[in-house]
């Protein structure tokens, strides 16, 4: 049984930082390509952020680019999002997800999914 568990979500100020960390276990984390998604209600899943397990390859939505950046230890199985310079827009619940393709930028392509952790940036 595969699981994607989320977690380091929290309130910050606008201009903080956070770090949220996605644990997965029952797949071959190694020959996954992770990616990062957020949600606000009401609206569409937004791609944020993806890594190929074949080359490393990331590819940044334009809206966090330079504010966020993915990492993966495949030792401990976990994908993480430092999440830089939040801002109030940047509030919505997020997600990890897990795709068995090199290169996945849609949700459709993602295979996995955690069940979300919510991000609050306000004053």
């Known amino acids: 049984q595969v699981q994607l568990v989320e977690s380091g979500g929290g309130s910050v100020q606008p201009g903080g930082s956070l770090r949220l960390s996605c644990a997965a276990s029952?797949?071959?984390?190694?020959?996954?390509?992770m990616g990062w998604f957020r949600q606000v209600p009401g609206t569409a899943r937004e791609f944020l952020v993806t890594k190929s397990y074949r080359d490393g390859r990331t590819v940044y939505a334009n809206s966090v680019r330079g504010r966020f950046t993915i990492s993966r230890d495949n030792e401990k199985n976990t994908v993480y999002l430092q999440m830089n310079d939040l801002k109030p827009e940047d509030t919505a619940v997020y997600y990890c997800a897990a795709s068995g393709r090199d290169r996945a930028l849609d949700s459709y392509e993602y295979d996995y999914w955690g069940q979300g952790t919510q991000v609050t940036v306000s004053s």
């Open positions: 029952g797949l071959r984390f190694s020959i996954y390509t």
